[in-house]
């Protein structure tokens, strides 16, 4: 089958490959211009108001309104309160904690220290993003602040400025984005999802009726493939919505993601297609239609059936696909609230936790912790060691690049580093030879702000393989020309930031991808093999003998497993920036493993389902022979998960009987079930699916890794 991996097959390649990239990510999509208008306006009025009332920190201010939560005008005063309040408590942190250990060099240099794992591992627990990045941001300007030799009122004085800022930045970005509500109609979350359906549906029309289909329709797929659907996986996670729909939904967005990549391939093939191609791809429009109905209309999609016919082979592999697919998306749905007849709305009012459930039991949140304060403390042990408070950016830039979602990757490092050269150096230091001495007003510094704000903004918005490059250009370009209340005629302060800045890059690049890490391919491998003995384990829940205990494990399990899926598809993204020997066998890795994360989210979507039968939830009991007959299933469905896991980690190999025994041991089950409860046999049914599916496709030849 065909992917959208976007391969580099050599270095003679690459300029026309980056070309390309760089079209396709940039170019305009539905509500792009907008969600840049309003970043540009908010950022542009919190630099009027800190620099025409002489407010400091505007740097920090104008970080908040490029990153400031736009999901729905509920979550956008939501985020200010959290915003306001984080930063209140950070603030208090400062003042309360320094005044113990301000006179004492050793108890100074310690605190830090563990102000800084402090700050990281908030970054790595805190369920609402813009919590951390309140906090990371109080903790990067306290540390340099407090370290000046002045009194402590001083230090009190301006740690409380930047209180003022953030209540700044925070009500004129809540402000913006209340004042373009009314422009902006519909669900953050149902919309992109229905305007993908719609995209295929017109593309499969057009093969209905006989013809190629029409160009920007093709245009269409192929932009929304390279967006991809990691954006509004994002605001999925940052709404609120209720726990026991967060998962299913995300399955549904992961799998209409799939959809449009199967969709963008089929664009690629030339053939003729039958009356009875015809009929097919006419059939799986109308099933789209009505998908894309139900779900406007915040309905729960009904199941569907497709035909399995013989076809042309060069359609249908592709066609056969993105029937299965469709077919997953409406019984992914189904599965998450079965009793449930409409959609959620992810504005319903849920309880959402500050923490992450696994906050005090993965010990990645420990690691990645450590590796996080040991690169900042580098940077602070080596501008005091040079006694150059100047480069204290290090620091602050080690913090805010952690806010980012760091990959055992180069692709984020090349973002890092192109984005601070461009931001600080060609933009930065550039507009302070050639364009800031020819201004001689806010008006025309406002100009210059816009201009810049807008194109980092265009950046932030493309798809994760680009977004951040916005980010570090904006912050580099913000270090340099928003901290002083003056057009800065120095080069030396803006070496002196943009030193800092690398040099913060630099530590994050050692300890994160050099001294602490693995390669992006290495840790796709790992995870997805985590993940598959992940749901071994979640298939045999309960572990405990109390509820109490086993409902316990198995969210800790779906926390666990649901962030592993989404890491899986991050990291994915890395390998594509990644050389060496084994770059063509890793691509290929790459595009099997992106092919079967849709049926394994699929899987847990319906192992969520199955658990309250496991668990012999009030309504949900099973008779005793049933109960041992599932149990039995569970059991040997869990070992075929743990044998596929083996296959991939050291090709071990694997026996083909075991699907057969699986099929026979679920026709046992459902024969003791006497065909009493329906729902509960199309959901074992479905199980044993994706089960033996994966177990089929991964015991193949194409998965051998020697």
Request: glycine share 6%.
């Amino acid at each position: 089958m065909a992917s959208l991996a976007q391969p580099l097959p050599n270095s003679d390649a690459l300029f026309p490959w980056l070309w390309k990239f760089l079209k396709d990510e940039l170019a305009p999509y539905k509500g792009r211009a907008g969600l840049v208008t309003r970043m540009v306006a908010a950022s542009a009025l919190v630099m009027i108001v800190c620099m025409t009332f002489r407010i400091p920190y505007a740097w920090q201010a104008a970080v908040y309104a490029l990153l400031v939560s736009r999901d729905t005008p509920q979550a956008t005063l939501q985020s200010a309160a959290i915003v306001f309040g984080v930063t209140g408590l950070g603030t208090a942190y400062l003042i309360v904690s320094m005044r113990l250990v301000v006179n004492i060099l050793p108890l100074h240099f310690l605190w830090i220290i563990a102000t800084l794992f402090l700050a990281f591992y908030a970054i790595d627990t805190l369920t609402n993003y813009l919590a951390a990045v309140a906090f990371v941001n109080t903790i990067s300007v306290g540390i340099p602040l407090w370290d000046r030799h002045v009194s402590a009122e001083t230090n009190v004085e301006d740690t409380l400025w930047l209180l003022l800022a953030t209540l700044i930045a925070v009500a004129v970005t809540g402000a913006v984005e209340l004042a373009f509500v009314r422009q902006r109609s519909g669900d953050e979350i149902l919309l992109p999802m229905t305007e993908r359906l719609s995209a295929v549906e017109q593309l499969l029309s057009g093969y209905a009726e006989g013809h190629a289909p029409d160009a920007g329709d093709e245009r269409k797929i192929k932009q929304l493939a390279m967006l991809g659907t990691s954006m509004f996986r994002q605001l999925l996670r940052r709404s609120n919505i209720p726990p026991q729909y967060s998962a299913g939904a995300g399955g549904a967005v992961v799998l209409v993601g799939r959809l449009v990549d199967l969709a963008a391939n089929l664009t690629q093939l030339h053939f003729e297609s039958s009356a009875n191609d015809r009929k097919r791809f006419r059939g799986l429009a109308s099933t789209l239609a009505n998908i894309r109905n139900d779900l406007v209309n915040r309905e729960m999609p009904a199941a569907v059936q497709f035909d399995a016919e013989t076809e042309p082979a060069a359609v249908a592999p592709l066609l056969g696909e993105m029937e299965r697919t469709v077919k997953l998306i409406t019984e992914v749905f189904g599965c998450t609230q079965p009793a449930c007849k409409s959609v959620p709305s992810p504005d319903l009012p849920g309880r959402p936790k500050l923490l992450s459930r696994d906050a005090f039991l993965d010990p990645r949140h420990l690691h990645f912790a450590l590796k996080g304060c040991l690169a900042a403390s580098l940077c602070y042990v080596i501008y005091k060691t040079l006694a150059w408070p100047e480069i204290s950016t290090a620091v602050t830039t080690c913090l805010l690049t952690a806010l980012s979602t760091i990959g055992a990757s180069r692709q984020k490092q090349m973002l890092r580093f192109a984005g601070a050269i461009t931001g600080g150096f060609v933009i930065g230091m550039g507009s302070q030879m050639f364009i800031l001495p020819h201004l001689d007003s806010i008006g025309g510094f406002l100009l210059l702000f816009v201009l810049v704000t807008a194109l980092s903004s265009w950046f932030m918005t493309s798809s994760p393989r680009l977004s951040y490059f916005g980010v570090q250009m904006a912050l580099a370009f913000y270090l340099i020309n928003l901290q002083e209340f003056r057009i800065q005629t120095s080069l030396t302060v803006a070496r002196d930031r943009v030193v800092g800045i690398l040099l913060g890059l630099f530590m994050m690049w050692f300890v994160f991808d050099r001294l602490w890490t693995s390669p992006a391919s290495v840790e796709m491998k790992r995870t997805f093999v985590s993940n598959l003995r992940l749901m071994a384990q979640f298939a045999k829940v309960p572990l405990a003998k109390d509820l109490r205990g086993a409902l316990g494990r198995s969210l800790t399990l779906r926390e666990t497993i649901n962030a592993n899926l989404d890491k899986v598809r991050a990291v994915a993204d890395g390998v594509l920036f990644e050389f060496g020997p084994s770059r063509q066998r890793d691509l290929k890795f790459r595009s099997y493993i992106r092919q079967c994360q849709p049926q394994l989210r699929s899987l847990f979507i319906m192992r969520i389902a199955f658990l309250k039968y496991r668990l012999q939830l009030p309504g949900f009991e099973l008779p005793e022979p049933v109960r041992a007959r599932q149990q039995a299933y569970d059991e040997h469905a869990a070992r075929m998960l743990e044998e596929i896991a083996d296959r991939i980690e050291c090709d071990a190999p694997f026996d083909r009987n075991t699907v057969e025994d699986s099929r026979a041991l679920l026709d046992r089950t459902i024969e003791a079930i006497h065909g009493e409860q329906p729902a509960l046999i199309a959901l074992l049914r479905g199980i044993d699916a994706l089960t033996t599916g994966l177990a089929t496709e991964i015991a193949g030849e194409v998965w051998r890794t020697a």
